[in-house]
């Protein structure tokens, strides 16, 4: 399980480094100084949870396997997702209502990073 959390974490590490490129050069004339802003967040914080990501596979490598780590990094790919991805959504399309998913997101990432403490409580 730790493979394919390090892959995912490397994955979307990527991905945040691209659509970080295409939103510099490609969207930077196309939306407001606010929706650049939006945009950006999106990025940080997919960046911050792609590293996360990483953190969970060493963490399997430490601890072993548990249904707490294991959910930290499903958690982790959830808040990417509903996060980042409605942040993406809403500055490109300007749908507000896209930033009603943002919170649920943003309680994926609290959730992970409980979940992920909670699994080396012990050790």
């Known amino acids: 399980m730790h493979n394919?959390?390090?892959i995912a974490g490397c994955v979307y590490a990527f991905l945040a480094v691209g659509l970080g490129a295409f939103g510099a050069h490609a969207l930077k004339e196309r939306l407001s100084a606010d929706m650049m802003a939006v945009y950006h967040t999106g990025i940080q914080y997919q960046m911050f949870h792609a590293l996360a990501l990483l953190v969970v596979a060493f963490a399997y490598a430490y601890?072993?396997?548990s249904n707490?780590?294991?959910?930290?990094?499903?958690?982790?790919?959830?808040g990417i997702v509903l996060f980042s991805?409605?942040?993406?959504?809403?500055?490109?399309?300007?749908l507000k209502w896209f930033g009603a998913i943002?919170?649920?997101?943003?309680?994926?990432?609290?959730?992970?990073?409980?979940?992920?403490a909670l699994s080396l409580r012990k050790r």
Do not use: E, H, N
């Not at 707490?68 to 959830?78: D, E, M, N």
């Not at 991805?85 to 300007?94: N, P, R």
């Not at 943002?102 to 992920?116: I, N, R």
């Open 4 to 6: 394919k959390s390090f």
């Open 63 to 65: 601890a072993g396997d």
């Open 68 to 78: 707490k780590i294991r959910w930290a990094g499903r958690l982790f790919q959830l």
């Open 85 to 94: 991805g409605s942040l993406y959504v809403l500055a490109i399309s300007g």
């Open 102 to 116: 943002t919170p649920l997101g943003g309680v994926s990432f609290l959730a992970g990073w409980m979940m992920l």
